[in-house]
Structures are given as C-alpha cells and as structure tokens.
C-alpha cells in the first residue's frame, strides 16, 4: 500500500532513532554495527542509487553452513545484510554468507522496530538487532549524572 507507514533504514533517517545489530558465531562477535531508522509513508522513500549493503567477513567451517559442502577447515566467509522489505513494525533485513565459490546461507532477519529480535538459523549463529531511541545512544552505565536529577 503506497500510503502506509512503515520503517526504514538509512536514507532520510539520518537524525532519528537507531537500530543495533550484532551477529555472533559461537559467543563470539563477528560484526556489530547502529544504523538510523525512521518512519516514512512507503511511497515517499526514495531510492537510493545504489543499495546499501553492511558487509563483514570471518574464519570459519562453512561446512557447518552447508553439509553438502566439501571443504574442511576454516575459510574466508563474507557475510552480507541489506533492507530486504519495510513494514509497520519491523525492517525485513536480508542476510547472506558467502565464500568465494559458493553460497551457504541465505535467510531473513525481522528487525523490530520496538523491541529486541534474535535469529538463529545455523546452529551457534545468532544475530540480533535492538532499537535505540535519539537520545538513548550510550549504555546505562556511561550516560551522564547530573546532580539533583533522577535516572
């Protein structure tokens, strides 16, 4: 519907709230990025000229991606995340994984725009996004004090 309002990444959203993502395999952090997010009527987002993609790469067994898949030991993976889709309450985020030759996973994270989403499609391979209000950037324990006022 070209009149509903639905989220959306990056473009015009440059002062407004954020979304955090994290993706991690096995407890550990492979990527970690905050991007704008802001509301918009769906006919009124512009195209950007190219799309935006957050890219990241790490070491792994693409095997446990792929059984099929016939190479042994930890190679080179690219992972990449896009604004697949917009909706009333959520960025559909696209995600793949990738190695030179072939590709090992391609999945759908619902990024909400009000509270926090974890996906888990490969056993160990979680990645997670969670909103951040404008003036709600920094962590609890580093947000300034200033005397005589509640927090």
Known sequence: M????VWHWFGECASSDSLVLEVSLDGKSLYSSAFPICQARRREIR?????????????????????????TGAQPIEGNIWEAGRER??????????TENQVLL??????????????????????????????????????????????
């Not at 759908?108 to 509270?115: I, K, P, S, Y």
């Open 89 to 98: 309450n959520a960025i559909l985020l696209g995600v793949q994984f990738v």
């Open 47 to 71: 195209p950007e000229p190219q799309q935006r993609i957050l890219e990241f790469r790490f070491d792994a067994v693409a095997h446990r991606f792929k059984r099929q898949y016939r190479a």
């Open 2 to 5: 070209p009149g509903e309002v």
């Open 106 to 151: 391609n999945t759908h994270h619902v990024a909400r725009a009000d509270a926090a989403s974890r996906s888990e499609r490969i056993r160990g391979l979680v990645i997670t996004t969670r909103p951040t209000r404008r003036g709600d950037r920094s962590p609890p324990s580093t947000r300034l004090k200033l005397p005589g006022t509640r927090q």
